[in-house]
């Protein structure tokens, strides 16, 4: 009888004490995850802190990656100086030295049929948005979307919607509207891209390029070297689709 007491008392501490473990653990967890409330002010240094989510005028250093951050969002001028200039410089100079592998691989016929065309790890939930003009010397180190005018370096957007303008090349999930860059890659355009590369999973706009490949052409292809996994419209010193292969002018 008293084995059986002890054992209960034994029992009913430990179930004690593991729930009393638990409301500790769920309150450091609800510490260091629940949102910050958040504010809207006129001006913003960047990186932007975790309690603004608003502002009209964000400058500084650029945004980073911030898992606490829900979202923020800048209604006017976006304006960053960043040191992604030094690494963009070297990954010009890698480019150029492989050019010819480069222009070798635009068949992408070893990647399964242009599947290869597919730019993916894609996040989807970015907590970053430009609304107006971004003037960047790099580009952003977080997932972001854009309505409007960008001009920088290089970048890369989950959904943008404007004119991107930079020396080296955007990467856009969705793009809706124009970029300008010696490498351009996006997964679907209602748009057109200009640039020395252009590479599109769905292209339902226009390629102005040097070499361009997609996997579906809805539209049009205009270069020295054109590839679509697909029929569609091209037209350039050579020309290869789903069909045919053929210069000057294909469908």
């Not at 800048?74 to 480019?95: D, K, M, T």
């Not at 003009?133 to 952003?140: I, K, P, R």
């Not at 050579?238 to 045919?244: I, Y």
Request: with cysteine; aromatic share 10%; charged share 15%.
């Amino acid at each position: 009888m008293k084995t059986r007491i002890l054992l209960l008392l034994i029992l009913t501490t430990k179930i004690i004490y593991a729930q009393d473990t638990i409301v500790q653990q769920n309150s450091i967890y609800q510490q260091r995850f629940t949102p910050v409330e958040q504010h809207a002010q006129f001006f913003g240094f960047t990186p932007m802190s975790k309690k603004i989510n608003k502002v009209n005028f964000a400058f500084g250093f650029g945004h980073v990656e911030n898992r606490r951050i829900a979202n923020q969002t800048i209604n006017g001028l976006n304006l960053e100086v960043n040191p992604a200039p030094i690494a963009g410089v070297f990954v010009a100079f890698l480019a150029i030295l492989h050019l010819p592998d480069v222009i070798g691989n635009a068949d992408l016929s070893s990647r399964g049929g242009g599947e290869g065309l597919r730019i993916k790890n894609w996040e989807h939930t970015p907590h970053v948005k430009v609304n107006g003009l971004n003037l960047s010397t790099g580009c952003f180190f977080t997932t972001a979307s854009m309505n409007g005018l960008n001009i920088s370096l290089a970048n890369k957007f989950n959904d943008f919607n404007g004119l991107s303008v930079t020396v080296l090349g955007t990467m856009i999930d969705h793009q809706n509207g124009v970029s300008v860059g010696v490498y351009n890659a996006n997964n679907s355009l209602k748009g057109a891209t200009v640039g020395l590369f252009n590479q599109s999973y769905e292209l339902k706009g226009v390629h102005v390029g040097l070499i361009n490949a997609t996997k579906y052409n809805r539209g049009l292809q205009v270069g020295v070297y054109n590839r679509s996994y697909s029929k569609g419209f091209q037209i350039g010193v050579w020309n290869k689709n789903a069909k045919r292969s053929f210069p000057i002018l294909n469908w």
